[in-house]
């Protein structure tokens, strides 16, 4: 029998997904939309010990179980029970290749393992796991692997014996074995408490296709719409069905699937659902570790609930563009936008009154607001001549320089109620350092072992965000004290990129996924939230003030139009 992970088996190396928001884009000074779409809350996982951790499902206890490789190369289940507590499991007969791939409400689990014999044998895990029991279809002709059991103890599966695998269900002690098409090579991967049963089948170019069959046997195939290939991985007693798909641009993509209204989401690959509706999973992370044939990244686990959210669209009345890069204790934002003669400007948003703040010794166009505090001083940057930047400070009118001495260019960023500014120059070598002023003193702050750093925010206490390049090329993000850098990478980036950081310590970021998409998160007392839009449309979020109002951009279309958007999580 094939080893299949419930995902797009043997043909590809990754899959993706995410959560969303950002919808219905009214062209108004500021839109009235509350709730365009949900967040999502997402916890990373990762096994002690694990190179690479695949999560697989999820109970209505949040408890997550999978399987992980380790340094030495051997495949381990494991249950996640919460904060920082698991649990790792071996089958007794395994031979290094153990997963769970299962669980019930009742914390029963299922799962596999690889045998000395060279066959495939299934499990079941009961009473907490002090009752463990292996399981065979044919036990000694054919392998057998149990993806799912329902809370009735139902189970679902696959079993195969060097041909074509089969799918199978154990209804009430009774076999029924099954192809999703013809002879098809299926895999029977989630099942609910009324006996339906979605899974995948690969035809004969070895294409993947989702399918559902009901408790009469019926069949029918699930494709999300446009898709070149569709898997189906997880499914609760309300009938969501999660999985993934690979689009016509070739890049892969989990999805959800509720009543037939299909929504992608922002990882690569998405596993089972739980009753309440928490998928899990996993993606490419920054890292070394080779991850399904992808050289330089992680495979890293999650767990994403759905969220409720206030995020509504920002556009200047007329204008083509709006960006809103900060927002302060009032609500005054400050970012740029692209006026109806196409021409762009520094932008002082209050209330709804727009004040355009382009520096007089600036280029035309080239003036960026990117950083505002409590007393509406303002922070930016802009070009008075060709490939030169240089940051200032907006003060009541008044503009001054921020210039790191001997610098190609200057950047600045942030600036806290104390009036400290930070950001990032190029040095006479052309090499990038973030840093921070104070006192008319600029320090230099660069990441030990990392290069190209920058310093986009500062908060009251002067905690900082910091963004550097690590060893292999993957950008990624730091918080920074003054002594200590504590990275803060988002679940579901390859790269990540802190942004603003309010009193309470909370950041908002853009981060960018395996295939390069942008997209917006927020890290609300030590909790990851994803944002976006469902058609992953270059979200980014940039600003954040102390009643944790989120501010950023996205784009409206292919066009390159964009627009901002302002919000809270809950």
Known sequence: MNVIRSSAGNKIGYRRSFSSILLFLLFALLSASQGLAQAMKVLQITAPGAVNTFPNGVNKSNIVVGDFTNSSGATVGFAYLGGTKFKTFSAPKSNNFTRILGINDSNVVVGDFFGTDNFFHGFVIKNNGTKYSQYDVAKGS????????????????????????????????????????????????????????????????????GFSRDSSGVITEIIFPGASQTACTGLNDAGEITGWYEDSALTFHGFTDIG???????????????????????????????????????????????QSDTLSTIQVANAENTSIYAVNTANAMAGFYTDSTGTIHGLLLSGNTVTNIDDPKAQPQTTICTGINTSGQIVGSYSPAANVEVGFLYTNGAFEDISVPNALS??????????????????????????????????????????????????????????????????????????????????????????????????????????????GAFLKNGSYYILDDPNGTSVRADGLNDGNLIVGRFLLNSNGQFAGFQGTIP
């Open 142 to 209: 054919a392998s057998t692997s149990i993806f799912a059991i329902n809370k009735a103890g139902n189970f679902a599966g696959a079993t195969g014996s060097g041909g074509p695998n089969q799918g199978f269900v154990n209804i009430s002690g009774k076999v029924t074995t099954f192809y999703g098409s013809g002879t098809d090579n299926t895999f029977a991967l989630a099942i609910n408490s009324s006996n339906l049963v979605v899974g995948q089948y690969y035809d004969s170019n070895n294409n993947s296709h």
């Open 260 to 306: 037939g209204q299909f929504q992608a989401n922002d990882f690569i690959f998405t596993a089972g659902v739980s009753s309440t509706g928490a998928y899990v999973g996993y993606y490419y992370g920054p890292g070394s570790a080779d991850c399904n044939t992808v050289t330089g990244t992680t495979c890293y686990g999650y767990l994403a609930t759905p």
């Open 410 to 519: 200057t950047y600045a960023y942030g600036i806290n109620d104390a009036g400290v500014i930070t950001g990032t120059y190029y040095d006479a070598s052309n090499v990038e350092h973030g840093f921070v002023f104070d006192n008319n003193a600029y320090t230099t702050i660069d990441v030990p072992g990392g290069t190209n750093a920058f310093v986009w925010g500062i908060n009251a206490s002067g905690l900082m965000t910091v963004d550097w390049i690590d060893a292999n090329g993957r950008g990624q993000a730091s918080l920074y004290n003054g002594s200590k850098f504590t990275t803060i990478n988002v679940p579901g980036a390859l790269t990540t990129a802190a942004h603003a950081i309010n009193t309470s310590g909370n950041v908002v970021f853009g981060w960018f996924d395996f295939y390069g998409q942008e997209h």
